[in-house]
């Protein structure tokens, strides 16, 4: 085999994962502390040292394991072990899952929990999950079932997160002995902290980290497991509101919601209307520093193909006012589009009623996962909420002097708030402001926009949802 040098200063959480043996370890911590490397490098070290160990890295979805852990792996752990033809990537077949092949035999199988039960059909030594917040108990008790492969004298599952609600079934998991939570701090990520003092890169990071507010400052900055005060969606649970992807029948309507935004993100939000009148966001451009005709290509490149509609028209591309985006946005895409009412306390409030669960005991409003087209890297960089779905838990209700609450949100990070609010207010809100029940909305006369510009729907047979 080649020889390699791995250089690596294991501090903090990390050294103590190294340290220990427990079977299940939790790193928890704020935003940018080392804890993917660290895991990934404890995975990749061990490898290298050992023939024959499998170990498995995953995420809750395949689309994000790959958009993010897996670049981490291969440019900040495994470089020159690639570079040197110690393991090669193998992309994975009908029968066999994608993985990290070394040449003494070990194996790294990488995958999405979405497509489950391709990877855990064999055993393993090591697993990680990263962002382990996103995945269910379940999943999790479904990996250490699978810890078996046995040719490592102590088989781990290692997880990796930012911390949530204290609630949180991590958190209890910890709390209840079932799994170590090793803390790690920014000052155990090298390139921020070094010799007793921040590094110039690392005060830079940090600031962008103190402009975050509320549960996410304390969690994405200190590491907290905190619950988020004064939630203006506090009916929204990810566990309910947000669903797998499955194929959207060509008969539901669409409808499109758009908020402008160059510095701040532009938000255009797809959603689907099913024949009970509920709404599901299937696919959402959320992206900054982009001009409006670039984004109306984008918008026409996800709907055609070779000029030809693929799914059918919007019922409405409802519209935030700026006379000039929406004027630009309505030559480029060859749409007309519809003015949002933008009133704020009843679109929240006939938000907050489409959130609760119906008389049939469900939601008449999901989320469908892995919705972004693509994820704004700047965003992501300063840990700013980069789509609507991680707006939810940032949506708060802003606070007097002397700590009541005032009757409107914080008015930042609230792109796909108000998409969202433009949505619902559109399609439950009559005349000024009365919220229409789910039962009136459920009858469909076709409100504002629609009624004006509704285009015919085309396309009756299911269709393939491709972002
Ligand atoms: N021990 C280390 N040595 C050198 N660089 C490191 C080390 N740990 C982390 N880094 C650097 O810090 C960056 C952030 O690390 P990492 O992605 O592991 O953080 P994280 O805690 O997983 O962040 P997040 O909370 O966003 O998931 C890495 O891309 C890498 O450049
Ligand atoms: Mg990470």
Not at 207 to 225: E, I, N, V
Not at 257 to 265: A, K, L, M, Q, V
Request: charged share 25%; with cysteine; net charge neutral.
């Amino acid at each position: 085999m080649a020889e390699i040098v791995v250089r690596y200063e294991p501090r903090g959480a990390v050294q103590d994962l190294f340290r220990s043996t427990d079977p299940e370890v939790l790193l928890s911590g704020a935003a940018g502390t080392g804890k993917s490397v660290g895991a990934l490098m404890y995975i990749h070290l061990a490898c290298l040292a050992t023939p024959k160990v499998r170990a498995l890295i995953v995420r809750k979805t395949h689309a994000s394991l790959t958009a993010s852990t897996l670049v981490t792996f291969r440019e900040k752990v495994a470089k020159e072990a690639l570079a040197a033809g110690i393991l090669h990537f193998y992309g994975g077949s009908a029968q066999e899952p994608a993985s990290y092949r070394y040449t003494n035999g070990s194996v790294i199988v990488v995958g999405g929990l979405d497509r489950a039960s391709r990877l855990l059909s064999t055993e393993f030594d090591l697993a990680f999950v990263d962002e382990a917040i996103e995945v269910t108990d379940e999943d999790l008790d479904t990996i250490v079932s699978r810890l078996r492969n046995g040719v490592l004298t102590h088989q781990r599952l290692i997880m990796a997160t930012n911390p949530g609600h204290p609630s949180h079934h991590l958190k209890q998991r910890a709390d209840s002995g079932r799994c170590r939570m090793l803390y790690s701090k920014h000052e155990d990520n090298p390139p921020l902290y070094q010799n007793g003092e921040w590094t110039e890169y690392g005060r830079t990071y940090l600031a962008r980290l103190d402009s975050l507010s509320g549960a996410r400052y304390q969690r994405m900055r200190w590491g907290k497991w905190v619950s988020a005060e004064g939630l203006v969606y506090d009916g929204f649970d990810p566990a309910v509101h947000v669903v797998d992807r499955f194929e959207i029948p060509g008969s539901w309507s669409r409808w499109w919601s758009i908020d402008f935004g160059f510095t701040n993100p532009f938000v255009c939000q797809f959603w689907a209307e099913d024949g009970d009148g509920r709404f599901y966001l299937y696919r959402e451009i959320y992206i900054t520093r982009r001009l409006v005709e670039d984004h109306a290509k984008t918008i026409l490149s996800l709907v055609q193909r070779d000029g030809s509609w693929i799914e059918p028209h919007p019922r409405a591309v409802i519209c935030d006012h700026d006379a000039e985006d929406r004027a630009t946005l309505e030559r480029h895409l060859g749409l007309p589009t519809s003015p949002a009412r933008k009133s704020v306390r009843d679109g929240i409030q006939a938000v907050q009623a489409r959130l609760r669960p119906a008389g049939d005991a469900r939601p008449r409003l999901y989320l469908m996962r892995d919705s972004l087209v693509e994820r704004d890297p700047e965003l992501e960089e300063a840990k700013k909420p980069a789509s609507t779905a991680e707006e939810f838990p940032a949506y708060v209700w802003a606070v007097r002097p002397g700590g009541v609450l005032k009757e409107e949100p914080v008015k930042s990070d609230d792109h796909g708030m108000d998409a969202l609010r433009y949505l619902v207010a559109e399609r439950d809100l009559i005349g000024t402001g009365s919220v229409r029940s789910p039962a009136r909305a459920r009858e469909g006369r076709p409100s504002g926009a629609a009624a004006r510009y509704g285009r015919p729907v085309v396309g009756s047979s299911a269709q393939r949802v491709a972002r």
